[in-house]
């Protein structure tokens, strides 16, 4: 088991219960997408994962060593094997796509270097390498604000791969998209799962997205997890348990 999280909570300080006691078992290689509606917990359980946000109680174990309660030099080494896709791509406008991308090895990059952009033609190749793999290469000398929100967020992957992840975390990637680009982006996740064997924990709202790519699901409501198991098995029951009777379900074609 890659992550074993058990019996997670997360109290804020202004009394919120975000999390009521999750816990889940996550595979090398899975592509696992966790569902439910906004305000659920989603966001919360990826950002409790990477220790973005502390865990009130319970434990997350990765890849069988305790991460709840390590060192700050343990968390850093922990966290090199966690990449984080964001649903704002959080780029430098004025930069270029291959800047962009680079910069997700800045922890390892002297500041110097980074702020007057000498990089060695190592990264450089390496970088264009991951926007080969997102299908951005040409885009490479641009600057990042030319592109479209679709594009942009394929760099914000590239960009990931630049940590060389065991595990990316995707917190809306497609929610400020229209539908084709929806695609586009999880279909540079799915490739990315499937070629490199990179886990994918994402969080998405549309359950068309959801069987498409998933291999297993998780819902939460209220901070709770209830329900476990693959695509196919959420059906009209389920979608009512998970999103109240009122919801009507939304297709991305």
Same mark, same amino acid.
């Given at each position: 088991?890659?992550?074993?999280?058990?019996?997670?909570?997360?109290?804020?300080?202004?009394?919120?219960?975000?999390? /009521?006691?999750?816990?889940?078992? $996550?595979?090398?290689?899975?592509?696992?997408?966790?569902?439910?509606?906004?305000?659920?917990?989603?966001?919360?359980?990826?950002?409790? $994962?990477?220790?973005?946000?502390?865990?009130?109680?319970?434990?997350?174990?990765?890849?069988?060593?305790?991460?709840?309660?390590?060192?700050?030099?343990?968390?850093?080494?922990?966290?090199?094997?966690?990449?984080?896709?964001?649903?704002?791509?959080?780029?430098?406008?004025?930069?270029?796509?291959?800047?962009?991308?680079?910069?997700?090895?800045?922890?390892?990059?002297?500041?110097?270097?980074?702020?007057?952009?000498?990089?060695? =033609?190592?990264?450089?190749?390496?970088?264009?390498?991951?926007?080969?793999?997102?299908?951005?290469?040409? /885009?490479?000398?641009?600057?990042?604000?030319?592109?479209?929100?679709?594009?942009?967020?394929?760099?914000?992957?590239?960009?990931?791969?630049?940590?060389?992840?065991?595990?990316?975390?995707?917190?809306?990637?497609?929610?400020?998209?229209?539908?084709?680009?929806?695609?586009?982006?999880?279909?540079?996740?799915?490739?990315?799962?499937?070629?490199?064997?990179?886990?994918?924990?994402?969080?998405?709202?549309?359950?068309?997205?959801?069987? =498409?790519?998933?291999?297993?699901?998780?819902?939460?409501?209220?901070?709770?997890?209830?329900?476990?198991?693959?695509?196919?098995?959420?059906?009209?029951?389920?979608?009512?348990? $998970?999103?109240?009777?009122?919801?009507?379900?939304?297709?991305?074609?």
């Amino acid at each position: 088991m890659m992550l074993e999280i058990k019996n997670l909570q997360k109290i804020y300080p202004n009394g919120t219960h975000a999390l /009521k006691g999750i816990s889940v078992n $996550i595979k090398q290689g899975e592509f696992l997408v966790v569902i439910g509606l906004s305000g659920s917990g989603k966001s919360t359980f990826l950002r409790c $994962i990477n220790r973005l946000h502390e865990p009130t109680s319970g434990s997350i174990c990765f890849n069988g060593r305790d991460v709840t309660h390590c060192s700050s030099t343990e968390l850093r080494e922990y966290r090199k094997n966690i990449g984080m896709v964001f649903q704002h791509f959080n780029l430098i406008k004025r930069r270029s796509v291959l800047d962009n991308v680079i910069s997700g090895r800045l922890a390892s990059i002297p500041v110097w270097n980074s702020l007057i952009g000498n990089f060695s =033609q190592e990264l450089k190749n390496e970088a264009l390498a991951n926007l080969d793999i997102v299908g951005l290469a040409e /885009k490479a000398f641009v600057r990042a604000d030319t592109l479209s929100g679709g594009q942009q967020q394929r760099v914000a992957i590239a960009r990931t791969l630049m940590q060389h992840p065991q595990i990316i975390l995707a917190d809306e990637p497609v929610a400020s998209l229209d539908p084709a680009t929806s695609h586009s982006v999880m279909q540079y996740l799915e490739r990315i799962n499937q070629e490199r064997g990179t886990t994918i924990i994402c969080n998405l709202h549309f359950l068309s997205l959801v069987r =498409q790519y998933a291999t297993r699901v998780i819902a939460l409501k209220a901070g709770e997890l209830v329900f476990e198991g693959v695509p196919h098995e959420i059906d009209r029951a389920w979608f009512t348990r $998970i999103y109240g009777e009122d919801a009507v379900e939304v297709e991305v074609e």
